[in-house]
RNA sequence: AUUCCCAUCGUCUAGAGGCCUAGGACGACACCCUCUCAAGGUGUAGACACGGGUUCGACUCCCGUUGGGAAUGCCA
C-alpha cells in the first residue's frame, strides 16, 4: 500500500505556524514512505473562506518548500458528490431529515447542561419525517450506531476508544443545503485514497464519528495521528498577542524557511540529541510514532538560534538571495557597494535575522550622516585626531585594499603610538561606520572601500576639529 | 456539566522496566578568546506534578489526585 497523506486547512486566515508544522509532519511521513501528499482546501464554510487566505496559505506552504503531488482540491467544488452521497444514505435510512428549529435545539441543550448532562441532540426527527410539508425546511443528520465503542489507533496517542452513547445524530446538510466538515473530510479522504489522516489534536473528537462515517460509506477506515497544538512562550495558546504567528510573518522577520522548517520539525520530535537535520536527514529519519502527545510552546530564542545558525553555514550567495529581499523591503539601494554574499560572509555570526542584517549593512551602502552618541562619547579621546590621521596617512599608501593589509595598518599605528589595538580600532570604526557595532574593522573598510573610508576618515577629522 | 486527551530542567526534548548519580539543545550565569558586537571554546545552576499499587527493581506499567487542554455547533 502506498502511503498518501494530505493537508487540508481551512482558508479562514493566513497559515499559522502550529498548521505549518501539521503540515511539514504530514509531508515528512509522505516523504519518507516515497507516498503521494496532497493539498486541500476545506472551503465548506461558504462564510468565512476568503481568497486572500487561500492565497497566503499557498504562498506559505511554496516558501517552507512543502510542496504537494496533488491538488489543490477544492472542497465547494465537490458539493454535487457529498449530495449525491447523502441522497442515498437519506434513501435508505442512514441520515434522515431533521426539522428541529434552532429554538428547540438551544433549549434541549441548556436543559442537559442544568441536568448535569453532556449536551447532544436527542435524535427527536429519526422516525417522524413524513408528518411535514413537502416544504418545510430541514437539514440532514446522519445516524449514528446506539451501541459498541468506536476504538480506533492513534500513531502519537496510542489506542482510544469512545461509546456510540456519547455521540449523537451530527448535521451532515445544512439547511441552506450546503454539506458540513465532518461528512466532507470523510468524503473527501475516501475518495482521494488517503491512507494516513495527519492533522490537528482538535480533531481526536471528531474522529470517533468520522469512523462511524466511513463504515456507513462501507470505505476503509485510515491511519490516524493527531498533533498537539502549539502554544505562545508562555504556555499560554498562541495568539497575535504572542507577535507572529503566521508564517509569512517570520519571513517577513527576517527568518530563512530552513530554520523554520528545522525548528518546527523539532518542536514536538526528537531524533537521539540531534538538533540540526537537513531536509534529506528529516525525510530519512523522521517517525511520526516519536511524535510529542503533549502541547509544546514556541521558544522564539530557539528559532533564532538555529536561524543564526543557517546564516552562518548556508551557502552566503543563496543567503544573499533573501537578504536582498530585506534590504529592499528597508529601502537599501544594493547597486553600489560591495557584494551582498560579501556583506553575508561579514555580518552572518552577529545577525539573528535577515532583517537585522540588513539594517546592519547600511553603512555598505549609504554615507554615514551620524555617529552614534554612545560611541563617540566613549571612544573619542584627546588623542584620537591623532590617531586618525596617522591611520589615514598609512591607508593612502597601502597598495592593494585587502583586509590583512588593513589590519597591519591598524597594528602599526597601535604600536607608533603604544597604544591598544582597540583605540586604534574603535574611533576608525565610528568614523568609517557611525556606530559602535560592526565586524573586524579590517573586513568592514575593505568592504567599504578604499575612497568611502578614507573620506570618512577625513570627514571624521575634520568634525572632530570643529569641536575642540 | 459530561466525554476524550495530556503531564521529564524556565523552554524544546532523549528515555520503549535495570544502561539514569536522568542525557542533549535553547536560554541564564561564569571564565577563556578578543579592535566593538558577535561567533567559538570550557564550565556551573536547573526537571521525572503528587499519592498509591504491580515488580527483585519504576521516569518508564496500572489506578487515583491535582493541574492543563480539547470536544460536546446547521464552524473547521
Redesign the pocket.
Known sequence: MTVKTRF???P?GFLHVGGARTALYSWLYARHHSGTFVLRI????L??STQPAIDAIIESMKWLGLTWDEGPYY?TKRFDRYNQLIDEMLADGRAYK?????ER?EKM?EEQ?KR??????DGHCRCCSSHHEPDE???VRFRNPDDGVVRFHDHI???????NS?L?D??IR???G?P???F??VVDDYDMGITHVIRG??????TPRQINIYKALGAKVPEFAHV??I?G?D???LSKRHGAVSVMQYRDDGYLPEALINYLV????????Q?IFSLDEMIEKF?I??V????????T??L??MN??YI?TLDPKYVAGHLEWHMKDQGIDTSNGPELSEVVKALA???ETLKDMASQSRYFYEDVTDYDPAAVKKWFKANTGEVLSRCLEKLESVAEWKAENL?HV?EEVAAEMEI???K???P??IAVTGR????????TMELIGRDRCLARIADARSRLADRT
Open positions: 487540508a486547512p481551512s479562514t476545506e472551503d465548506t464554510d462564510e468565512r472542497q431533521c426539522y428541529c428549529t434552532q435545539l441543550r447542561m448535569g448532562e453532556k449536551p447532544r441532540y425546511p430541514y437539514c496517542r496510542g489506542d482510544v476508544e469512545i461509546a456519547e449523537d451530527l448535521v445544512r439547511t441552506d450546503s458540513t466538515y465532518n466532507c473530510v489534536e482538535d480533531h481526536v473528537n471528531n498537539s497544538m502554544l512562550d504556555g499560554a495558546k523539532r518542536l514536538g520530535w526528537g531524533c537521539g540529541d538538533e517517525s510514532d516519536h510529542s502527545k503533549s502541547a509544546s510552546a514556541f521558544d530564542n530557539k533564532k538560534w543564526r545558525h552562518m555570526e552577529r545577525s589590519h591598524v591598544g589595538m582597540g586604534v580600532g574603535m576608525l570604526r559602535g557595532v560592526s565586524p573586524g574593522i579590517d573586513v
